[in-house]
């Protein structure tokens, strides 16, 4: 799968990842199977000192191959009814673990 298949608001999504680096998104919502980022102060950067903090780098083309962590992420997306992902953990710039509240 390559970036340039995804429709926006999945391109979108990795956008924001790759610019976070490290840190998490909270109240993150899932409609009709696309994530809906949620408000900047909902996005917390992780600053390690005597580290690159900035955003993970990508090469010039937009149509890379997705690495196996998005892809996993978004294979999740396309199994979840409407929810909201109360945390979404980020490392080097892709999506590393969520925490979903479970349905009652």
């Given at each position: 799968?390559?970036?340039a298949?995804l429709p ?28 809906i ?6 996005i917390?950067?992780?600053?390690v ?10 090469g ?9 962590q ?27 673990q969520?925490h ?5």
């Open positions: 799968m390559r970036r298949d926006p608001p999945r391109r979108h999504f990795l956008e924001v990842c790759r610019d976070l680096g490290f840190g998490f998104i909270r109240n993150l919502r899932v409609v009709g199977h696309e994530p980022l949620p408000p900047p102060s909902d917390v950067r992780d600053v000192f005597g580290k690159r903090n900035g955003p993970h780098e990508i010039p083309s937009d149509n890379f191959v997705l690495k196996a998005a892809v996993e992420f978004f294979a999740y997306l396309d199994e979840l009814d409407d929810c909201t992902i109360e945390v979404l953990v980020v490392k080097h710039g892709l999506p590393f969520m979903v509240a479970k349905a009652a």
